[in-house]
């Protein structure tokens, strides 16, 4: 189920602009254990880590293997998806002591930097009017 955080402004819609739905599938997800966070962006602020500033934020149990978040009434315009595999269902991705994830993770456009957590520029894809923009991220760990 999607939620929307209420401080997160929302963009403008036009009375009878029509919304869309996103949907990520997630595969490479290693086990069964926690679960899977799935956040969905529109602009830079807070991208990928902080799922309260995110448009859309959701959550399930860990299916293992693979996984699908889904998120509806999108607007049209520009995001961002960021997903984690929360093994210990803390509320966040853990980092060891220099900052690197514990846990799996994954960005649209499947961006992964080596060095650095991925930018909202380098994972921002297009959501068009007429339908689902469908997205597929592979986990990393």
Same mark, same amino acid.
């Given at each position: 189920?999607?939620? *929307?955080?209420?401080?997160? =402004?929302?963009?403008?819609?036009?009375a009878?602009?029509?919304?869309?739905?996103?949907?990520?599938? @997630? %595969?490479? &997800?290693?086990?069964? *254990?926690?679960? @899977?966070?799935?956040? &969905?962006?529109?602009?830079?602020?807070?991208?990928?880590?902080?799922? !309260? +500033? =995110?448009? +859309?934020f959701?959550?399930?149990? %860990?299916?293992?293997?693979?996984? @699908?978040?889904?998120?509806?009434? &999108?607007?049209?315009?520009?995001? $961002?998806? $960021?997903v984690?595999?929360?093994e210990n269902?803390n509320?966040?991705?853990?980092?060891?002591?220099?900052? @690197?994830?514990?846990?799996?993770?994954?960005?649209s456009n499947?961006?992964?930097?080596?060095? %650095?957590?991925?930018?909202?520029k380098? $994972? $921002?894809f %297009?959501v +068009?009017?007429?339908?689902?923009? !469908?997205?597929? &991220?592979?986990?990393?760990?």
């Open positions: 189920q999607d939620s *929307n955080p209420t401080s997160q =402004a929302q963009p403008q819609v036009q009878n602009a029509r919304t869309e739905s996103v949907r990520v599938q @997630i %595969s490479g &997800i290693r086990n069964t *254990n926690g679960d @899977i966070a799935c956040a &969905i962006f529109n602009a830079a602020e807070g991208y990928p880590e902080e799922s !309260t +500033k =995110a448009y +859309k959701t959550r399930m149990a %860990s299916p293992g293997n693979s996984a @699908i978040c889904q998120f509806h009434d &999108i607007p049209p315009g520009t995001y $961002a998806v $960021a984690f595999h929360d269902a509320g966040k991705l853990d980092k060891n002591f220099l900052g @690197i994830p514990r846990g799996g993770y994954g960005a499947n961006v992964r930097p080596k060095m %650095s957590a991925p930018a909202f380098d $994972a $921002a %297009s +068009k009017a007429g339908g689902t923009t !469908t997205l597929n &991220i592979d986990m990393g760990y």
